[in-house]
């Protein structure tokens, strides 16, 4: 696969993107030289562009097509809905029987004791809601004053003013004075990266413990929440070490906050159970979803609230929030029709006991490879760090841009993995069969080697 240009509608449609468009996360200028690669169609884990190129879909899109491309039942599910209604808003005492049905589907699968739904168009809405929702509840308490929320450095909660400012990302606060008063942020459990010489365990409840240390210096009257998605995703999968969770529960049981988790990239699935928090027995107050709730097919978030949230909340008279797509029908009718593909073809059991585990085990093969310092990887997420020295984990310099030189050559060879720095991520579709996983693996191997080969002296 080359990056020649043959097809003449490429060019056109290139060129309407210099033109016209404004790509999310991009440099335009340098998007602009090379010119986006246009992504035409898919069927199953793979996805063709507009030079007939087939590419292996390591990403699931944006962390999103959990059942896989090409579902007729959700095309089916969708085509229905616009027929029979379209759209209807869920205001003014309104409603309409997929927000419902998709509402009690997914207290249905989530964890006891979280039975209600707010239904919004993003992730990144999802967390505004959850920012509005946790602070009017402290006001419903009496405690007005509990209005700060305790994020991570690093974490990744979207790209609305909210979203971005729970974010941790440095180069998103750069950018419009962020974060906005009233978050706060501690440390993360990134032991490859950060974790210096102390071990996994040890790093692990010295990153816990800064949450207490935060509570502490911010004061527990004026602590509203923390939030934390399970495994970090965009941050680079970062699999906290086993000591992390446990000491974090500890801390949040002695103090009186709520604690959200981001389950965005988690939910529905990824690790093999419903929701991250299952999988590491964690017991949020409120949970943010999206992507995996529909497949990415139509867009949908929400938050799902415990039913002691819930109670202070239904006893505070309005809550002045909403939009105008809050349980789109068509994106409800599409949701309520992945989940129950989820359920009657057992996808979460195939992957908690076949191909998770088969997607682990082959990908930990690529930890002898020379450029890899690290292989680690949860149900169907997984991270490959590179660095140049596996022992110390010495990274290369930032500015060889070694990452993304591996993600070129993955681009190159029909296989899309995202490159956060020097770490390469994959969250394959989860109906990613034992076969397209060697292709996954094979194909990884050989672009660490061509890599390997214009870096490692
Ligand atoms: N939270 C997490 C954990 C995410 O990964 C993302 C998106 N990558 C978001 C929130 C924001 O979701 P959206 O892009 O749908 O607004």
């Given at each position: 696969m080359t990056n020649a240009v043959t097809n003449p509608k490429t060019r056109e449609w290139q060129a309407m993107s210099r033109e016209h468009h404004l790509a999310p996360f991009s440099d335009y200028q340098q998007l602009h030289e090379k010119g986006p690669r246009i992504i035409t169609k898919a069927d199953g884990v793979y996805l063709w562009d507009s030079e007939g190129h087939k590419i292996l879909d390591g990403m699931a899109g944006l962390w999103c097509v959990a059942v896989g491309y090409g579902g007729e039942e959700l095309v089916e599910a969708a085509a229905a809905q616009m027929r029979e209604l379209p759209f209807y808003n869920t205001f003014f005492q309104t409603a309409h029987p997929p927000a419902l049905e998709l509402a009690k589907a997914i207290a249905d699968v989530a964890p006891q004791g979280m039975n209600h739904v707010f239904f919004t168009g993003s992730g990144s809405e999802g967390n505004d809601t959850m920012l509005r929702m946790v602070r009017h509840y402290w006001a419903c308490k009496g405690q007005p004053n509990k209005k700060v929320i305790i994020s991570r450095h690093n974490g990744y909660h979207g790209s609305t003013v909210a979203g971005a400012s729970l974010g941790g990302m440095k180069y998103m606060h750069?950018?419009?004075?962020?974060?906005?008063?009233g978050i706060v942020h501690i440390p993360q459990p990134y032991w490859f990266g950060e974790?210096?010489?102390?071990?996994p365990e040890e790093f692990g409840v010295w990153a816990a413990d800064q949450l207490e240390k935060k509570i502490l210096e911010v004061g527990e009257d004026n602590v509203a929440a923390f939030i934390a998605e399970p495994i970090q995703g965009a941050g680079g999968v970062i699999i906290p070490p086993e000591t992390y969770w446990p000491r974090i529960r500890e801390i949040l049981a002695k103090y009186d906050i709520l604690f959200v988790a981001d389950?965005?990239?988690?939910?529905?699935?990824?690790?093999?159970?419903?929701f991250g928090s299952d999988f590491y027995g964690n017991k949020p107050d409120l949970m943010t979803i999206a992507k995996g709730l529909t497949s990415g097919y139509v867009p949908m978030g929400g938050l799902i609230v415990s039913d002691k949230v819930f109670q202070v909340i239904n006893a505070g008279g309005d809550f002045n929030h909403g939009f105008t797509y809050s349980g789109h029908p068509v994106a409800a009718a599409v949701g309520l029709a992945n989940l129950r593909i989820l359920k009657e073809e057992k996808i979460l059991e195939k992957v908690r006991e076949e191909t998770a585990p088969y997607l682990q085990k082959r990908l930990r093969e690529?930890?002898?490879?020379?450029?890899?310092g690290e292989v680690r990887g949860v149900g169907m997420l997984g991270a490959i760090e590179l660095a140049k020295n596996k022992q110390t984990r010495e990274r290369f310099p930032?500015?060889?841009?070694v990452g993304m030189i591996c993600r070129g050559h993955c681009f190159e060879n029909g296989l899309i993995m995202r490159a956060v720095g020097d770490t390469m991520i994959i969250a394959p579709?989860?109906?990613?069969?034992k076969d397209e996983i060697d292709e996954l693996v094979e194909k990884a191997r050989k672009c660490l080697d061509l890599t390997a080969r214009g870096v490692l002296v």
């Open positions: 750069e950018q419009g004075d962020l974060p906005i008063p974790g210096g010489d102390m071990s389950e965005v990239i988690c939910g529905f699935g990824r690790t093999g159970e419903w690529l930890a002898d490879h020379p450029l890899v930032s500015e060889m841009g579709p989860l109906v990613i069969s």
